[in-house]
Each structure stands twice: as structure tokens, then as C-alpha cells.
């Protein structure tokens, strides 16, 4: 299943949202630009586990420009699209700055998930996936029956179906916890996932409380 919008509308218009996803995709670009390309980017600027646990002064910031690079177009535009349909939502609840700490703050804890759960790995963790997926955790929280149009592949059969949000996220994280749970597939950061939804999911009530 692949949502393409939600029918949830927003009474202010979503500043942060669109300068996450034009800063990502520009960092991209840049990153594919350079001579030695993705290596140089994810070895300097992506999460290591085993860096961080060692020198942690020096490599914590790498756990915020870790959120804004990708290992390709397919990861930057699956997680760019989840950001703009869900991520409106929750940065006109928030307000534009309580927005940003929460991003960060969601993206901060889901990184921790998936040091904690590999502690000595040295392959970088890359993507906004984390931080995103604190937005998902907040949305099912807050909009649970918001209706998303969602692109659905039965077979051979392509569709397009209204679903309510709970139905899409709460598959969503059914699989991000068979894949690093049950199957230990790897290769992806699925505890970062799990980590960053359930932080979502638990911040999102006392973040809107805080008053602007």
C-alpha cells in the first residue's frame, strides 16, 4: 500500500514541512553530486553505532545530519512522501517551532532505538525515516479516522482506496515489527522506526499541551 493524500486539511500553510523535504532533497543532490558520492556523505555524516559509543563528543552531532542524507532516490521519495501527506497535519497542531523539536526530538529517540539494538555495528544509519515516523505515531494519535487515499496492489489488480489512517499506520508498524523483530531482516533501521513511532505516539498529547 502506497497513501497519496490524506483528506485532512490544514488551516495554515505547512512552512516547515516544505523546507524539511526541499532541504533533504537539495542535501541529496548535492550528496550525488560530489566525486566519491554516497560513501564519503554516509561515512562523515551518517549515525555509527560503534562511533558514537566510542567518541560520543565528537560523533553525536552525526545523529542530526544523519536525518537529512539518503542512500537513494527510491528512500528519499518514499520518506518525503510520507512527510508531506502526514506531516502538515502535525505541524498546524503544533505550531511551526514546536514542530521542529518534536521532528527532532522523534528523530533523536529513534536513532537511540537502533543504537541500542546494535551497539556495535559500523554501517552508517541514514534517512529522515526515523523523525518521520514519529509524525506517523502522532497522526495515529490525533487523526486515527482520517480518511487517505491509498494505492493498493491486489495481484494483479492496481487500485485506489479511501482507508482510515489507524488501518494504514497501524499496518505500517505491523511490518516495521515483523521485519526487525520476527524476520531480522537487515539492512534497514526497523528499530529506528519502532523507536521514533512510539515516541510520536507518547509525545504527541504533551507537546500540544505546551503553550505557544
Avoid at 29 to 43: E, V
Avoid at 190 to 202: C, D, K, Q, S, T
Amino acid at each position: 500500500m502506497i497513501p497519496l493524500k490524506d483528506e485532512n486539511p490544514t488551516k495554515n500553510f505547512p512552512l516547515i514541512t516544505i523546507i524539511f523535504i526541499i532541504s533533504n532533497t537539495l542535501i541529496f543532490l548535492y550528496q550525488i553530486s560530489q566525486p566519491m558520492g554516497t560513501i564519503t556523505t554516509f561515512a562523515t555524516f551518517g549515525l555509527i553505532p560503534a562511533h558514537l559509543i566510542e567518541s560520543p563528543i565528537s560523533t553525536y552531532p552525526t545523529i542530526y545530519s544523519s536525518m537529512f542524507i539518503h542512500s537513494g532516490i527510491g528512500h528519499l521519495a518514499g520518506n518525503m512522501l510520507y512527510l508531506w501527506i502526514f506531516g502538515n497535519n502535525i505541524e498546524d497542531v503544533l505550531g511551526r517551532l514546536r514542530f521542529v523539536i518534536f521532528y527532532l526530538v522523534c528523530g533523536t529517540i529513534a536513532s537511540m532505538g537502533h543504537i541500542f539494538t546494535d551497539l556495535q555495528s559500523d554501517i552508517p544509519m541514514v534517512g529522515a525515516s526515523g523523525a518521520i515516523s514519529g509524525i506517523l505515531g502522532a497522526y495515529l494519535i490525533l487523526f486515527p479516522f482520517a480518511r487517505v487515499k491509498t494505492l493498493v496492489f491486489l495481484g494483479f489488480l492496481i487500485t485506489i482506496i479511501r482507508i482510515p489512517a489507524i488501518i494504514l499506520l497501524v499496518i505500517w508498524i505491523l511490518i516495521q515489527v515483523f521485519s526487525g523483530v520476527v524476520s531480522g531482516d537487515g539492512g534497514v533501521a526497523w528499530f529506528a522506526h519502532i523507536g521514533g513511532f512510539v515516541a510520536g505516539m507518547l509525545l504527541i498529547l504533551p507537546f500540544q499541551e505546551i503553550k505557544h
